[in-house]
């Protein structure tokens, strides 16, 4: 803002990823991703500035915010002023979050869809389950006095059934997930899930 800025947005995000494959009855693959990093967005009149860091330090973090002010040239004598936070707003998961599901847990749902797949008929000869979720935490703050801060996590079951009758061979998927808590693909789902995927 010492350069001119008239709006600053800092956007920080924090995510995880994990996936657990299934393929041949055992879990062939398991992945694990943290990526962190922060953005700012410098606004001018009509002109817009933005930088981006994925290493969260002093040194960094004000370099990226130089990038994003080098829009204004002009020479500041008075900066823009920076209001204090008047508007908060924090939104967090009701519920337990999937990256806190152990890897476990997780391999004995792939191992039901993989199940009730394989015993829908001897056609099918391969399955492969694939779990994934995700977690992101977000924060925004802004010059106007606006901080705001977000949990979103997400969940996704795929499942990819190869079969075969005599020299034809076909391909069934099913697909369940979304902004869930792990507990909605309790109960019977996974069964219906391979199930369905089979039967295709």
């Known amino acids: 803002m010492a350069k001119g800025g008239e709006f600053c947005e800092i956007y ?46 002093e040194h960094f973090l004000l370099n990226a915010a130089e990038t994003a002010a080098y829009i204004s040239s002009e020479k500041i004598t008075q900066p823009a002023a920076i209001n204090t936070v008047s508007q908060k707003e924090v939104h967090s998961c009701s519920y337990e979050t999937p990256n806190l599901i152990s890897p476990d847990v997780k ?34 703050a802004n010059t106007e006095g606006l901080w705001k801060r977000d949990e979103q996590s997400v969940i996704n079951l795929n499942v990819v059934c190869a079969a075969q009758m005599g020299t034809i061979r076909d391909i069934g998927r099913a697909f369940e997930g979304g902004r869930y808590p792990f507990s909605y693909l309790d109960n019977e789902k996974p069964e219906k899930i391979g199930k369905k995927a089979a039967e295709q």
């Open 12 to 57: 920080y995000e924090y995510k995880i990823k994990n996936v657990l494959t299934l393929e041949e009855n055992k879990i062939k693959e398991s992945k694990f991703h943290v990526n962190e990093g922060v953005g700012v967005r410098v606004v001018v009149g009509e002109k817009v500035g933005y930088a981006y860091s994925d290493i969260i330090d």
């Open 107 to 140: 391999s004995e749902l792939l191992f039901r869809v993989n199940e009730a797949a394989r015993s829908n008929g001897s056609e099918i000869f391969q399955v492969t389950c694939t779990f994934f979720d995700e977690m992101k935490y977000v924060e925004i």
